[in-house]
């Protein structure tokens, strides 16, 4: 059955034994559509997060002499009115892009890893009062709870972090708390019931390693959606405001000069699709790797 | 059906009501109160008292809470800091701009999204794989295109280079054709967005459905293919096609701010951003609650359709 | 007299193209059937049996696809036929009935539309005509009110009634032949035996030919007059009925004819069990498929594929072996002392448990019941009460089996839930080892449970994916502290021995493993802990009959062995005897009869047992035709709403007026059997 080529060992007697830290990160790899995503998203990150080491322009730095001029090997992407490089604000703003798909991503993970895990197995009075809360949160479209967030707490970075989360936050409970449930009532909770497992045995033994795959799907797409969100709040001239640069910002102040100056608005904004196209493939890559179905 | 209705409505007070409260408090953690920053270094302490008072920041929250949930009772939402016009009144202009544009997309979208899905689950189930990844990867790319790059790249080809669609100028309900230019840019914007959505959905329920015993059974009594997939496939696809519709209408809410904000179209996304700029809060307070109820309600409706087409649910 | 021949299928190839490999199912299928004739295929999962049903009707899906050989109804070949013309002889020239009838009917089309819709595809009926032809049909496959009943939706039906309004479909345009794809395999027993008996009198009223696929010999025997035996996509064997149960020629076959247990006769110690599994179908064929499973293989058998030879002018084989050579297992079926010596060796922490008082039972069970209430909603205040299990007492005596039998619905997977404390009894006591552990709690419900361990009907759910073998078989011993580290790694490595795999299997992860090797693992972490008592919950139900045997027997041994206590579930009649010392048939909620297996076996008592034994079909033809089939009528009710009386009286053919007022209690009878009926004593 197994040709030893997904990284098992295949012993003499030709039975393979999975080691089952390795195949994880190797099929990843060895997946067609986690390659490509790694491919394109680890240089990104590299490249937002090392820029300040970089060869590169001061991304606030003005020079009114160069002002809207096409892109060209001095500037890759062109510059803006004020004549500043347009591909060193989009690394700079990649970087942010990049935080905040990061940051949000690791919270609702954990908030919807513990809030779900709780609500979905203790059940009783405590699930109805967090899921109370969720069908409020839930019954705002996402990007407008955020556009109100941002508007109690002020534009910047922190704030546009702390309100996406709040958005994405119910979404990811509410997954945690249906996969929680669902796992909850397999065979093999029985099972380990019937040698008096306890609470946490059946928890972290059981129960959130088989909801972990999907939990980790959800979170590369809230990372993508958590990009794009930040990005529509700084078009909106809600989210990081200038000077400082955002994938968003720059597109914005591009809008005024799209017609003579088509590059600043649409090459920031491939760079924002290609983020979040990797990081789908990557969900994809993800799914596939750690679907249990799925020949190891 | 009325006693389901009943009952769906008494489980959505709480929600409803938890909703109102939450804009209602939130708006209180902004430090200071509205006042303050309308009233900037130029007012005298006497001045602002009487501005607390015309706004009835002057009693104690819980009266002004209770004040607010009567006014939202008889949509009535107060007036603009800034220019003292009435709240409602704004949003009642707006409004049906919005509906218009909301409702046109769900239209196209869905028509687009379920042929587009249908054939692709069809070529899928029949092997044709080609056809089937093609469309999955354009959904793919639709779906994740930032809509306001994709709406700015529009208008550079369409109103900038080629000079067809108009991207400005007046909602003018008079004139369909002139509206029709006018909107169809935006259109094309939030469809695109919602296709994508959609028509993944109906690729697999489709797929799933044609994999269930019951067509193989329709197939082995002579029922011609395409018979098939619009007699049992479609209509039982229905359900989840109808949810993901329904919950997708909270993405398309969002779109609807973003394309009017970039077209210039004077609906309440508009009104909203408008708001925050002028740090209007009772106004961007009433329009995100006239967006989580109109939200609510739309999937009140999908609930409703789909218990209509499920034989299952008694009412 | 002979028949004129109606379907001629030859030399048949269906594959799937998989990523995998091939899957070579339908692998050169060869047969006749005549006119009006009842043909049964019958063969294991994998074998290849519907894959050949669907081709016939071209009804293959993507990535299958039909490589070669002609399909003759008539003189048209069906594999030349435009798709517009199959659609005339699909439902029109053959009716289809398929295996689950709770998904074979679109959930949201009323029956109306679904019968209106065939019947006017095939025939020149207006929809009136049409509708007037459905109802007829409905009438004559035995659904009562069937002018009511054609308005509703299939869910409002129960699976009887669904698979009857299928035959009504198949029927509907007086098709020349129906296939019957495992059309009884997802009901009940007593309904099996309707819907079998309503096939039957239809082929014989209509003088319409039957394709029948099954993996039940015993249905075979009941139905059908020629049978085709499927292994690995090739016909292996073929003849009447008759012949072939009564000299079986292949040693698929052969085999097969004794992996089940008697029904008749005494209890036998040992089954004959088929070692290893079926091949891997996307190697290609070099020999007999079943070589490598043959204990009479010999070189010739690995290299060149057997075709079929005629054994009797009604007879045909594939087998390079003439019989006479398998006159060597057939005497297999009772193992010798030194057979038995030759079992897996066991683990040196199971030790032989000796009772400490013979006379005492390891369990006893008095008065059990359990009874939920439906979700009480805001407008309506209480729910309804069912009475899952209403009332059962019973004991089992250390070392021996008890069968716990009944069909869907009758509470016994309630009970064994109940035995385990994975549900807390509403009433009633579980006295295991002289204790009441009916509503223990915290330590002591953690000691007891170190007695009681299960062998669940599915084994792959009941493993976590994420776990190793080693993981799934030392939990139990993790979680109750038990030894280091170390000496739980010796004990998996011990269990698994004992349970006949070898100790590579330990590093392995559930979805690597067959269903019959899953299973092995079950009992294995069942054994982990020592316990006195097992519940096996339809162990074997997922199982092929080849492997079923492997784990009946393994079973046995274990319980010859340790000691334990089992306490055995299932609806499968024949096992239940093999495998139990005593029996309790269940009828919902209720235990009905009560006794030693021979005694409940050779002479039932209560009406329903009786129904019971008469409806499992027995693998003999000529037992079968000498048969009368005694037939129950009407659904199983449900549980939330049971009859008032005695729960068997809407069924009971010997039902009295006091039988529908009062309820009969369970009564010692002379032979030490309880019955519970007004109507014996």
């Known amino acids: 059955m197994q040709n030893g080529m997904d990284g098992s060992i295949t012993t003499s007697k030709g039975i393979s034994l999975p080691r089952p830290k390795l195949r994880a990160l190797q099929k990843i790899l060895r997946n067609r559509q986690g390659l490509v995503a790694v491919l394109i998203l680890l240089p990104m990150i590299a490249f937002a997060f090392l820029a300040p080491v970089l060869p590169l322009q001061d991304p606030l730095k003005s020079n009114i002499t160069a002002s809207l001029q096409p892109p060209s090997t001095d500037n890759l992407f062109g510059t803006d009115k004020l004549g500043r490089d347009i591909f060193s604000r989009t690394v700079s703003g990649m970087q942010t892009s990049m935080m905040v798909g990061i940051i949000v991503a690791t919270i ?127 078009f909106l001239g809600l989210g990081i405001t200038p000077p400082e640069p955002s994938l968003g910002n720059i597109i914005r102040e591009g809008q005024m000069y799209l017609q003579e100056a088509w590059w600043i608005s649409t090459l920031p904004g491939l760079v924002i699709f290609a983020i979040a196209i990797s990081l789908h493939l990557l969900s994809d890559g993800i799914r596939e790797v750690l679907d249990p179905r799925s020949k190891r | 059906m009325a006693d389901y209705l009943l009952k769906k409505a008494a489980q959505l007070i709480p929600t409803i009501l938890g909703v109102v409260t939450l804009v209602f408090f939130a708006i209180r953690l902004i430090p200071g109160d509205s006042t303050s920053y309308m009233a900037g270094d130029n007012l005298s302490g006497e001045a602002v008292d009487a501005l607390r008072e015309r706004m009835g920041l002057d009693v104690p929250v819980w009266q002004q809470y209770l004040d607010y949930l009567l006014g939202i009772l008889k949509f009535d939402f107060g007036t603009t800091m800034v220019s003292g016009l009435p709240i409602g009144q704004l949003i009642m202009e707006a409004l049906p701009v919005t509906f218009m544009i909301a409702f046109l997309t769900v239209l196209i979208a869905c028509l687009i999204a379920v042929t587009l899905g249908t054939i692709a689950a069809f070529s899928a189930h029949k092997g044709k794989k080609l056809i089937d990844q093609v469309l999955t990867w354009i959904a793919m790319l639709v779906d994740l295109m930032p809509s306001f790059w994709m709406a700015l790249l529009m208008m550079l080809v369409f109103t900038l280079s080629l000079g067809w669609l108009p991207a400005s100028g007046p909602i003018d309900f008079s004139d369909p054709v002139g509206l029709l230019q006018r909107i169809a840019l935006p259109l094309i914007v939030l469809s695109l967005g919602q296709i994508a959505t959609i028509a993944r959905i109906t690729r697999t329920s489709v797929l799933e459905v044609l994999n269930e015993d019951y067509i193989r059974t329709a197939r082995a009594f002579g029922t011609p293919q395409l018979l098939v997939v619009f007699r049992h496939a479609l209509k039982n696809a229905a359900m989840p096609i109808i949810t993901v519709a329904g919950l997708g209408f909270g993405n398309l809410l969002n779109g609807t701010v973003i394309t009017e904000f970039i077209f210039s179209i004077p609906g309440i996304g508009t009104l909203l951003i408008g708001g925050i700029n002028s740090r209007d809060y009772s106004l961007v307070q009433s329009v995100i609650l006239v967006y989580s109820f109109l939200f609510i309600l739309v999937n009140m409706m999908t609930d409703l359709i789909y218990k209509y087409f499920d034989p299952r649910v008694k009412f | 007299m002979e028949k004129e021949s109606l379907l001629i299928v030859d030399n048949l190839h269906t594959h799937f193209f998989t990523e995998q490999g091939t899957v070579r199912a339908v692998n050169g299928v060869s047969f006749e059937l005549k006119k009006g004739e009842r043909l049964a295929i019958v063969g294991e999962s994998g074998s290849g049996k519907s894959a050949m049903a669907m081709s016939l009707l071209q009804l293959i899906s993507y990535p299958g696809r039909i490589v070669s050989g002609s399909v003759k109804l008539g003189d048209k070949d069906l594999l030349q036929m435009s798709e517009r013309q199959l659609n005339e002889v699909r439902g029109g020239e053959i009716g289809t009935v398929f295996q689950d009838p709770m998904t074979s009917l679109d959930p949201v089309m009323t029956i109306e539309e679904q019968l209106v819709h065939t019947i006017r595809r095939h025939t020149k009926l207006d929809r009136r005509g049409a509708v007037q032809r459905a109802i007829e049909l409905l009438r004559q496959v035995g659904i009562p009110d069937p002018e009511t009943r054609i308005r509703n939706y299939p869910f409002e039906l129960s699976g009887g009634m669904r698979q009857r309004v299928l035959i009504a479909m198949a029927l509907s345009c007086s098709p020349k032949l129906i296939i019957a794809d495992e059309p009884t395999t997802a009901l009940d027993v007593t309904i099996q035996a309707q819907i079998v008996e309503l096939l039957k009198n239809l082929s014989a009223d209509t003088g319409c030919a039957m394709l029948f696929i099954t993996h039940d010999l015993g249905l075979v025997a009941r139905f059908a007059q020629k049978v085709a035996v499927m ?316 492997v079923r045997a492997q784990v009946i027997n393994l079973l046995a041994e274990l319980r010859e062995k340790l000691g334990i206590s089992v306490v055995f579930i299932s609806h499968d009649l024949s096992i239940v005897k093999h495998i139990s010392d005593t029996i309790a048939v269940m009828y919902l909620g209720k235990i009905v009869e009560f006794g030693p297996t021979q005694a409940i076996f050779g002479n039932p008592r209560h009406p329903y047992t009786k129904a019971l034994l008469s409806a499992a079909p027995i693998p003999d033809p000529q037992l079968e035709a000498e048969r009368n089939v005694e037939l129950l009528s009407g659904d199983l009710p449900s549980p939330a709403n049971p009859p008032k009386g005695c729960r068997f009286s809407t069924r009971c053919p010997a039902a009295e007026h006091r039988c529908k007022e009062e309820r009969p209690e369970l009564i010692e009878m002379e032979d030490a059997r309880k019955v519970a009926c007004f109507l014996v004593s």
């Open chain 1, 108 to 234: 609702t993970l954990c908030g919807g890893l513990l809030i779900g895990s709780v609500s979905g197995f203790f059940g009783g009075r405590m699930d109805r009062f967090i899921m109370g809360i969720v069908d409020i949160f839930l019954s705002f479209p996402s990007l407008l709870l955020a556009i109100g967030m941002v508007a109690i707490f002020g534009a910047g970075m922190l704030p546009v972090i702390i309100a996406i989360s709040i958005a994405d936050l119910p979404r990811a409970i509410r997954l945690q708390r249906s996969l929680v449930l669902s796992v909850k009532s397999g065979a093999f909770i029985d099972a380990a019931r019937m040698v008096s497992a306890p609470t946490h045995w059946l928890l972290f033994r059981h129960i959130i390693p088989n909801t972990l795959a999907p939990m980790l799907v959800a979170a590369s797409i809230t990372a993508a959606n958590a990009i794009l969100t930040e990005a529509s709040l700084s």
């Open chain 3, 231 to 546: 292994y690995a996509g090739r016909i292996v064997e073929y003849g009447t009925v008759r012949e072939l149960y009564a000299n079986p020629q292949h040693p698929y076959t052969q085999s097969l004819l004794r992996t089940i247990p008697s029904m008749k006769g005494p209890r036998a110690k040992r089954l004959l069990q088929i070692d290893g599994f079926p091949p891997d179908m996307r190697q290609p064929v070099v020999g007999c498929s079943f070589a490598q499973r043959c204990p009479a293989a010999q070189p010739m058998c690995r290299t060149e594929i057997p075709s079929l030879t005629d054994r009797s002018p009604t007879h045909r084989a594939a087998c390079w072996i003439e019989d006479g050579i398998f006159s060597g297992i057939a005497k297999e079926t009772a193992p010798t002392a030194e057979e038995l010596l030759h079992l897996p060796p066991k683990a040196s922490f199971l030790r032989h448990q000796e009772p400490q008082d013979a006379a005492m039972p390891v369990l006893e069970i008095k008065s059990l019941a359990k009874h939920y209430k439906t979700r009480s909603s805001l407008f309506r205040k209480n729910g309804k009460v069912v009475r899952a299990v209403d009332g059962l007492d019973f004991s089992l005596q250390p070392g021996q089996t008890l069968g716990l039998v009944g069909e869907s619905g009758c509470g016994k997977s309630t009970t064994a839930r109940m035995l385990l404390r994975l549900d807390e009894p509403s009433d009633g006591s579980i006295i295991v080892e002289g204790v009441d552990i009916a509503h223990l709690k915290g330590e002591e419900l953690k000691q007891f449970r170190r007695k009681v361990q299960m062998v669940f009907q599915d084994p792959y759910s009941s493993f976590n994916p994420k776990l190793t073998i080693e993981q799934i078989i030392t939990e139990p011993l993790q979680v109750m502290k038990v030894g280091t580290g170390e000496e739980r790694r010796k004990r998996a490595r011990e269990l698994i021995l004992t349970v006949g795999l070898d100790v590579s299997y330990l590093d392995r992860y559930p979805n690597q493993l067959s269903g019959g090797q899953r299973q092995r693992i079950g009992i294995a972490r069942a054994l982990a802990l020592n316990p006195s008592i097992i519940v096996a919950d339809e162990p074997t139900s997922a199982l092929d009959v080849s």
